[in-house]
Structure formats: C-alpha cells, structure tokens
Nanobody
Framework: QVQFVVSGGGLVQAGGSLRLSCTVF????????IAWYRQAPGKQRELVAT???????HSPDSVKGRFTISRDSAKNTVYLQMNSLKPEDTAVYYC?????????WGQGTQVTVSS
C-alpha cells in the first residue's frame, strides 16, 4: 500500500495563507494523479485540487484562484498553497490518489480559519 503523510495545517485568520505538504511513501507507479481532499463537519468529502503525472491541474470553482497545487518530484511531495482563506475553508484536509483513492485516508491535517 501507499502512505500519504500530510502536514502544514493550523489555525489562521481569514485572508491569511497556509501551505500544506503531502509526502508519498511506497510505490506510486499505479497512481495517475494525486489530489487534495477536504471534509468539513456535516459535509461530504470533496476534492479541492488534483495534479496529474504530467503536471496538469484542476480545481473546483470554490477554491479556483485561491488554491494552487504543485509538486516536487524529487522529494515525492505535493503541495497545496492556500491564499485568501475563508472560514468556509475550515476542514480536515487529506491527500490521496485520484480518481481511485486508497481506502486508508489517514488522519489528515486540520485547517481552521477564524473570522
């Protein structure tokens, strides 16, 4: 199995910025893309950004223009730069494969945006 270790969450004020990191351990030969997901209390888990093996990226309108996903292949790490954070961005953020995520989502990293 592949392990995704995330870090970088924390408490920030609205309008602030945060950068999350996702380091992938184990074999990734079967992973076509890696994505950031988030889940807020009472809400469905949603995809917030994805990056393919070729470098292509995609994100939904809710975060487009504010969040940027990138990767450092040498470090086997994917990043999520979050700017202009809003209270509605508050959630647990996860990193996993896309479009077929692994069953083990890990603990994620908590992002809390205060008003």
């Amino acid at each position: 199995q592949v392990q995704f270790v995330v870090s970088g969450g924390g408490l920030v004020q609205a309008g602030g910025s945060l950068r999350l990191s996702c380091t992938v351990f184990g074999s990734s030969v079967s992973i076509n893309a890696i994505a950031w997901y988030r889940q807020a209390p009472g809400k469905q888990r949603e995809l917030v950004a994805t990056i393919s093996s070729s470098g292509g990226t995609h994100s939904p309108d809710s975060v487009k223009g504010r969040f940027t996903i990138s990767r450092d292949s040498a470090k086997n790490t994917v990043y999520l730069q979050m700017n202009s954070l809003k209270p509605e961005d508050t959630a647990v953020y996860y990193c996993n494969a896309d479009p077929e995520p692994f069953d083990d989502w890990g603990q994620g990293t908590q992002v809390t945006v205060s008003s």
